[in-house]
C-alpha cells in the first residue's frame, strides 16, 4: 500500500495563498487517483480536489472550483493543491488519499480511497 504524507498547512488571512503538498512513498504511477479532502471537527470529510494520475482530469468541488488547483509531479512522487483567494470558510484539516478507483467510483468520495495522510492544517482568517 502506498503511504502518504501532507504538508503545507498554515495559518493565512483571508485572500491569501497556500500550497498544500502530498508526497507518495511510492511511485504515484502506481494507483491511479489522488485527491484532497478537508474535515472540520464535528463534521463530515469533504472532498476538494482529485486528480487521474494517469490521464491528468482533475475534479474540484464547487465552492472551490476556480480558486484551488490540483497539480502532480510523477518525478517527485508528488502531488500539490494550490489555494488562492482563500476563505475563512477554507480553514479546515486538509488530508490527502490515494487510491486505484473503479470507472464507475466517484473521485472525490471518500470511502473509494484506503490510503490516507495524517492531515495538515489550514486556517485562514480574517
Known amino acids: 500500500q502506498v503511504q502518504v504524507m501532507e504538508s503545507g498547512g498554515e495559518s493565512v488571512q483571508a485572500g491569501g495563498s497556500l500550497r498544500l503538498s502530498c508526497a507518495a512513498s511510492?511511485?504515484?504511477?502506481?494507483?491511479?487517483?489522488m485527491a484532497w479532502f478537508r474535515q472540520d471537527p464535528g463534521k463530515e470529510r469533504k472532498g476538494v480536489a482529485a486528480?487521474?494520475?494517469?490521464?491528468?482530469?482533475?475534479y474540484y468541488a464547487d465552492s472551490v472550483k476556480g480558486r484551488f488547483t490540483i497539480s502532480k509531479d510523477n518525478n517527485k512522487n508528488t502531488i500539490y493543491l494550490q489555494m488562492d483567494s482563500l476563505k475563512p470558510e477554507d480553514t479546515a484539516m486538509y488530508y490527502c488519499?490515494?487510491?486505484?478507483?473503479?470507472?464507475?467510483?466517484?473521485?472525490?468520495?471518500?470511502?473509494?480511497?484506503?490510503?490516507w495522510g495524517r492531515g495538515t492544517q489550514v486556517t485562514v482568517s480574517l
Open positions: 488519499a490515494a487510491d486505484h478507483l473503479g470507472s464507475l467510483a466517484s473521485p472525490l468520495v471518500d470511502r473509494h480511497y484506503g490510503n
Open positions: 511510492t511511485p504515484i504511477y502506481n494507483t491511479n487517483y
Open positions: 486528480i487521474n494520475i494517469r490521464a491528468g482530469t482533475v
